[in-house]
Structure formats: structure tokens, C-alpha cells
């Protein structure tokens, strides 16, 4: 009897005992089982991917999703204490030499503008509009708030981080030159990067 239950069990006609299910189970069952567990890997694989476009339809990358080439970017510049770090879109970094760490400076939320006083060529200040990406929400500040940057953009030939200010504590401003608001510009500043382009 017990000859003929492993019999019948080996060729796959009944199934094991309920301790040797897994290994002993119908080859019907077992491949409806793995079917199963590819069908949900690939829903889950989907959602993910779902959540991520979700996520990227929601980010403000300009007019003609300018700023969008330069999502996953970063650029960085060494100034006193820290290597400062702008990842294009997402985030701002102050980062130790002294082997202390990372600190967020910011997430990226939006893009703005202000005004930043600027010196013609003939010596006189006056006010510019400037394209502004807005970083918040980064660490907190120790007694003070979340650190923000407020990254000034300029058109320039290269992605290039040119100054770093603390202007209020753990409140930055990163002074950053890109070709990707040259179009927006003047005239004036539209021929300054035309000119550091035919100095190479
Ligand atoms: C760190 C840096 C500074 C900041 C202080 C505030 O040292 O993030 O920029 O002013 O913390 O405690």
C-alpha cells in the first residue's frame, strides 16, 4: 500500500503529506504557483514604476521642461569648510571635509525668480530678474528652522556652481551658471555666454 501511495505521489498523481508538500506538490500546482509569483513581481515592478512617473509628472521642470535634461546631475564646489553639492531638481548638499558627514541643504520644490543687484559694464548697479530653483524642508538647524537654498541662476556655458552665501543661518543662497536659462535672458547676457564660448 504504502509502495503504491509513493508510487502515485513520484509521478505526480497525488499529492505528498503535509510535511513534504512543498517539494512533493502536484507539478500542476507547483507551476501555477510559480506563475503566480512572476505575475506578482511584475505588478509589483509596474506599481513601482507607476509611483515614479507619478512622482516625475509632479516636479516643476520649467517652461518646455527646460531643467529636465539636468535632473540626476550634480555639481559641486569646494568653498572653506564644505564641498557644496547641487543635485539638479532633487537636492543640496553641504558636505564635510572633515569626514562629519552630509548635510541636506535642501529639496527641491519649485522654481521662482528675484532680484539681484548686478554692476553693467559701465559700473552702474542695477536690479536683474533671476531664475531661481527653490530648495526646502533640508535638516534642521540647531535653534533655527530647516536649512533652504536658494539656488540664483545665470546663463553660462557650463553647469557650474560659482558662490556659496549663508545669508541668514542655515538659509543659503548657491549662485549657479547654466546654459539652460541663456534663452530666457537679454540680449546683453545672451552675448556674455556667446563671448566665454568663442574665448575656447
Ligand atoms: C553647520 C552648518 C552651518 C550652519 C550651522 C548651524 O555648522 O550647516 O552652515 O550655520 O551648522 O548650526
Known amino acids: 500500500m504504502a509502495n503504491i501511495r509513493s508510487a502515485l505521489i513520484s509521478g505526480g498523481v497525488i499529492a505528498g503529506s503535509k510535511d513534504d508538500s512543498d517539494s512533493k506538490e502536484l507539478p ?21 514604476q507607476l509611483r515614479e512617473q507619478k512622482a516625475d509628472l509632479s516636479v516643476d521642470f520649467g517652461v518646455d521642461s527646460i531643467f529636465r535634461a539636468l535632473k540626476g546631475e ?25 569626514g562629519r558627514g552630509d548635510t541636506t541643504m535642501g529639496n527641491y520644490v519649485k522654481i521662482g525668480s528675484t532680484t ?31 536649512r533652504s537654498t536658494k539656488v540664483i541662476l545665470d546663463c553660462g556655458e557650463k553647469n557650474e556652481i560659482t558662490k556659496i552665501t549663508e545669508d541668514e543661518k542655515c538659509i543659503y543662497s548657491m549662485f549657479v551658471t547654466t546654459p539652460a ?20
Do not use: H
Request: glycine share 8%; charged share 30%.
Open 28 to 48: 500542476a500546482v507547483k507551476e501555477a504557483r510559480e506563475r503566480l509569483s512572476s505575475a506578482q513581481s511584475a505588478l509589483d515592478s509596474t506599481k513601482s
Open 74 to 98: 550634480c555639481i559641486s564646489r569646494d568653498s572653506g569648510e564644505y564641498n557644496y553639492e547641487l543635485c539638479w531638481m532633487k537636492q543640496t548638499k553641504q558636505k564635510s571635509k572633515k
Open 116 to 146: 539681484v543687484d548686478e554692476a553693467t559694464s559701465s559700473g552702474q548697479i542695477i536690479p536683474k530678474e533671476k531664475v531661481v530653483l527653490e530648495f526646502a524642508n533640508g535638516q534642521s538647524c540647531w535653534n533655527g528652522p530647516s
Open 181 to 200: 536659462v541663456c534663452e530666457a535672458l537679454s540680449g546683453e547676457d545672451a552675448g556674455k555666454a556667446k563671448g566665454a564660448k568663442d574665448e575656447l
